[in-house]
């Protein structure tokens, strides 16, 4: 079974840095492309950041272009989001999820994932 499960999220100033990890665990990390969103509460999620299945192409919100980077780890299975010059705009629950056939423009669109973590809370204090 696979399961996805994030981790990294806290409390931060504003100009500050955080970098959320995220396992998967039941499939290796080879066998999907990997995204990351982010919802604020009454919001709709919003796609953040993507990384393909063979970690060669990455994609990014307008949003965090510039600020965030996201890589993988394919011997530990796991993906990073690193998050730096962090504003109280950034500030919700970041989910990590699995796709096992978004194509290079679908990354950013929800429906294409399969599997889902629960999420990691990010504060940022201004």
């Known amino acids: 079974q696979v399961q996805v499960v994030e981790s990294g999220g806290g409390l931060v100033q504003t100009g500050g840095s955080l970098s959320l990890s995220c396992v998967l665990s039941g499939r290796t990390l080879n066998s999907f492309g990997m995204g990351w969103f982010r919802q604020v509460p009454g919001k709709d999620r919003e796609f953040v950041s993507g990384i393909g299945w063979n970690g060669k192409t990455t994609y990014y919100a307008t949003s965090a272009k510039g600020r965030f980077t996201i890589s993988r780890d394919v011997a530990k299975n796991t993906v990073f989001l690193q998050m730096n010059s962090l504003g109280p705009e950034d500030t919700a629950i970041y989910y990590c999820?699995?796709?096992?056939?978004?194509?290079?423009?679908?990354?950013?669109?929800?429906?294409?994932?399969?599997?889902w973590g629960q999420g990691t809370q990010v504060t940022v204090s201004s």
């Open positions: 999820a699995a796709s096992a056939y978004a194509g290079s423009n679908e990354y950013r669109y929800m429906p294409y994932y399969n599997y």
